[in-house]
Structures are given as structure tokens and as C-alpha cells.
Nanobody, 120 residues
Framework: VQLQASGGGLVQAGGSLSLSCVFS????????VGWFRQAPGKDREFVAV????????FYADSVKGRFAISRDNAKNTVYLQKNSLKLEDTAIYYCAAGPMSKSPGAYAYWGQGTLVTVSS
């Protein structure tokens, strides 16, 4: 299994950014896909996860109402739409495939990460 994350960049606070994660190497629809982030000097933390159906979607409290995760099984892709970005959203964002979980340790497959920088 391989994951390719993209879409990071520099954005002003209050702005929006969309990340994509393309999955390959197995049957995409059988995996949950999560987004995690890691800021400098901090542990990797859960952001959002989308299970094998749209009903199984969960968010960290810090992004609830601002971020939206979705998947397109026909394109083997998961998206993370980020709105109302804050300075504290600055981090490297990683996508991961595995069982439905908010714990990074539960995921066996990881993308390479994409940097999101929010400026004031």
C-alpha cells in the first residue's frame, strides 16, 4: 500500500486549503483513512478519520466545524478541506490507511506528509 499526500502550502490565517491523499496498492474501499498532523516539537496528533462509509467520520475537537474529510472511492482519494485556518494549524499533515482509529499507532500505512503553514 502506498499513500501520496499533496496540497500543502502557505496560507493566511482565516483562509482555506484542501489536501488530497491518493491511495494505491490494495482495495481502497476496505480501509479507513485518517489525517494526522505534527507541529514542530510536538507529537503527531489526530485530525480526522473517514471510515469505509461516510457515516463513519470523526474529527478532533480542535478542527471540528472547520475541517471536512471526504473520500472518493472511484478515485482512491481522500480529501481534507480546511477552512478558517488558524496559526496553530501549522504542521506537517500526514494521511494514513488502516483500521478505524484516532490513534496513530493503529495505522500501518503512511503518506510522506505535506507541510501547511498558516501565517498572520
Amino acid at each position: 500500500v502506498q499513500l501520496q499526500a499533496s496540497g500543502g502550502g502557505l496560507v493566511q490565517a482565516g483562509g482555506s486549503l484542501s489536501l488530497s491523499c491518493v491511495f494505491s496498492g490494495d482495495t481502497f474501499s476496505t480501509y479507513a483513512v485518517g489525517w494526522f498532523r505534527q507541529a514542530p516539537g510536538k507529537d503527531r496528533e489526530f485530525v480526522a478519520v473517514n471510515g469505509r462509509s461516510e457515516r463513519n467520520t470523526f474529527y478532533a475537537d480542535s478542527v471540528k466545524g472547520r475541517f471536512a474529510i471526504s473520500r472518493d472511492n472511484a478515485k482512491n482519494t481522500v480529501y481534507l478541506q480546511k477552512n478558517s485556518l488558524k496559526l496553530e494549524d501549522t504542521a506537517i499533515y500526514y494521511c494514513a490507511a488502516g483500521p478505524m482509529s484516532k490513534s496513530p499507532g493503529a495505522y500501518a500505512y503512511w503518506g510522506q506528509g505535506t507541510l501547511v503553514t498558516v501565517s498572520s
